[in-house]
T-cell receptor, first 112, second 116 residues
Framework: SQQGEEDPQALSIQEGENATMNCSYK?????LQWYRQNSGRGLVHLIL?????REKHSGRLRVTLDTSKKSSSLLITASRAADTASYFC????????????FGAGTRLAVHP | DTGVSQDPRHKITKRGQNVTFRCDPI?????LYWYRQTLGQGPEFLTY????????KSRLLSDRFSAERPKGSFSTLEIQRTEQGDSAMYLC??????????????FGSGTRLTVV
């Protein structure tokens, strides 16, 4: 079963615009991670945010985490055509588990 | 070390046949995970190992599925008596334990299984 849910399911923007994807989850977590997947390929880790953190940055990526609302957002600034991919949030439950549970993803299309 | 390797990349098999996939993780990673992904969905957890010990297996995984990680290095995932519903991308990932800052899982490119 998938505990995270991304919103929107699909997003289409022009190059240079910002892209925002949201993720909601159901239970307490140790951390939340975002991954990117190009068509037919494996997933690539983008960023990890721990439950005691509220915001992290990595290059053009900004991730926020609101544990009271059980939600996270991924912002890609100044998007490029090469950012076209599916983006997944994945949560690691608190309480000793150590496996990631993935959402269904947001499919991002960036048009030149 | 060039990352996580999976073999084969593609497998087409007839319903009822057995198939086996192999995963070679990053050598210093002691955790290895198997996921299954169908079109338009996120990866679904199947099982994971710490070294050679299989620590958890999804209750969604039928008895036709078995995984091993002898000597805590490479892993194999076998599906017996394949069914059309087994058609999917099978992804392997590895990681350190516990997770270090900025680290996540390193995924292989996956094995795409088609059952005809």
């Amino acid at each position: 079963s998938q505990q995270g849910e991304e919103d929107p399911q699909a997003l289409s923007i022009q190059e240079g615009e910002n892209a925002t994807m949201n993720c909601s989850y159901k239970t307490s977590i140790n951390n939340l991670q975002w991954y990117r997947q190009n068509s037919g390929r494996g997933l690539v880790h983008l960023i990890l945010i721990r439950s005691n953190e509220r915001e992290k940055h990595s290059g053009r990526l900004r991730v926020t985490l609101d544990t009271s609302k059980k939600s996270s957002s991924l912002l890609i600034t100044a998007s490029r055509a090469a950012d076209t991919a599916s983006y997944f949030c994945a949560t690691m439950f608190s309480g000793g588990y150590n496996k990631l549970i993935f959402g269904a993803g947001t499919r991002l299309a960036v048009h030149p | 070390d060039t990352g996580v390797s999976q073999d084969p990349r593609h497998k087409i098999t007839k319903r009822g046949q057995n198939v086996t996939f192999r995963c070679d993780p990053i050598s210093e990673h002691n955790r290895l995970y198997w996921y299954r992904q169908t079109l338009g969905q996120g990866p679904e957890f199947l099982t994971y190992f710490q070294n050679e010990a299989q620590l958890e297996k999804s209750r969604l995984l039928s008895d036709r599925f078995s995984a091993e990680r002898p000597k805590g290095s490479f892993s194999t995932l076998e599906i017996q008596r394949t069914e059309q519903g087994d058609s999917a991308m099978y992804l392997c990932a590895s990681s350190l334990s516990p997770l270090e800052e900025r680290d996540g899982y390193t995924f292989g490119s996956g094995t795409r299984l088609t059952v005809v």
